[in-house]
Nanobody, 120 residues
């Protein structure tokens, strides 16, 4: 079982920046898709950004141009750089590692979640 540990969440003002980190207990290169999800109160969990071992990147439309997902294979860490943060970005952010983009049979690892609050 792969362990994912998130850090970097907190309180930030609108327009500010925050970087989330997800450290994996095993090589992230061996994980097909690493991604970040978020869930706001009363909302369904959504995929924010994902990156494959081959370098393909996907963002949800609402964060394009503001968020950047990246990985450091040497550190077994995936990052989510969040700029120009909006109040609508407030949510619990979860790190995820899985075998495919969609709901398929295979591994599906989750971090504990870290709170991001955008407020003045």
């Amino acid at each position: 079982q792969v362990q994912l540990v998130e850090s970097g969440g907190g309180l930030v003002q609108p327009g500010g920046s925050l970087r989330l980190s997800c450290a994996a207990s095993e090589s992230i290169f061996s994980i097909n898709v690493m991604g970040w999800y978020r869930q706001a109160p009363g909302k369904q969990r959504e995929l924010v950004a994902g990156i494959t071992s081959g370098g393909y990147i996907h963002y949800v439309d609402s964060v394009k141009g503001r968020f950047t997902i990246s990985r450091d294979n040497a550190k077994n860490t995936v990052y989510l750089q969040m700029n120009s943060l909006k109040r609508e970005d407030t949510a619990v952010y979860y790190c995820n590692g899985r075998s495919a983009w969609g709901p398929v049979e295979g591994y599906d690892y989750w971090g504990q979640g870290t709170q991001v609050t955008v407020s003045s």
